[in-house]
């Protein structure tokens, strides 16, 4: 099975200045059905569903904000916030969708808070 | 702009089952591109896949392999929904339950999710 990792597991940075976030695949999830790299970022404020921020490691969802990018490829991905707005503090989790048969392991999460 | 409204019960009793139902709106169920997915979040486990059910000319189910031999995902085309069935639950299956719209992108949409919490 794919295993998830991210580094920290939580942050706290000021507001405007630059959050990032890691995550790290056991395995390469590049793939061209994909593509590119089948990675997916989300965020979860308390209370509420995860949403999805990015798709393909860097593609942003519609709506999403340019603040957010995301990068990487293979096994090795970063979320990075160009700078931090109060409502972005939340959980930030990472999740592959490339094996087969599905598991679609997610990332254990990031807390990001306002310093 | 699909929708997804979950409803069921909150409390389970041990060793009985657990039941969930998911109305879709704004997509069809037999929508080719997507599947309709169950996903967990506990504090022990985490964001845990469960299962999806999807069309291709035919349904197809996938399970964890934590939950399939307990585990049955039914699409309801006359109502656009699906639902989840989790049999013989223990309190480890105490956790908030969402399901969701999965695509070669990832999981875009989501329920509101239900706390589930097993005990007698």
């Known amino acids: 099975d794919i295993v998830v990792t991210q580094s920290p597991d939580s942050l706290a940075v000021s507001l405007g200045e630059r959050a990032t976030i890691n995550c790290k695949s056991s395995?390469?999830?590049?793939?061209?059905?994909?593509?590119?790299?089948?990675l997916a970022w989300y965020q979860q404020k308390p209370g509420q569903p995860p949403k999805m921020l990015i798709y393909?490691?860097?593609t942003r969802e519609f709506g999403v904000p340019d603040r957010f990018v995301g990068s990487g490829s293979g096994t090795d991905f970063t979320l990075t916030i160009s700078s931090l707005q109060a409502e972005d503090v939340a959980v930030y989790y990472c999740q592959q969708f490339i094996d087969s048969p599905p598991r679609f392991t997610f990332g254990p999460g990031t807390t990001v808070d306002i310093k | 702009q699909v929708q997804l409204q979950q409803s069921g019960p909150g409390l389970v009793k041990p060793s009985q089952t657990l039941s969930l139902t998911c109305v879709i709106s704004g997509d069809s169920i037999f929508n080719n591109n997507v599947a309709w997915n169950w996903i967990r979040q506990s504090p022990s486990r985490g964001l845990e896949w469960l299962g999806r059910?999807?069309?291709?000319?035919?349904?197809?189910?996938d399970y964890a392999i934590s939950v399939k031999s307990r585990m049955t995902i039914n699409p309801d085309t006359s109502q656009n929904h699906f639902s989840l069935q989790l049999n013989s639950v223990t309190p480890a299956d105490t956790a908030v339950y969402y399901c969701?719209?999965?695509?070669?992108?990832?999981?875009?949409?989501w329920g509101q999710g239900t706390l589930v919490t097993v005990s007698s």
């Open positions: 393909w490691a860097s």
């Open positions: 969701a719209r999965g695509k070669d992108s990832g999981f875009d949409s």
């Open positions: 059910t999807y069309y291709r000319s035919k349904w197809y189910n």
């Open positions: 395995q390469s999830v590049s793939h061209s059905s994909c593509n590119g790299n089948c």
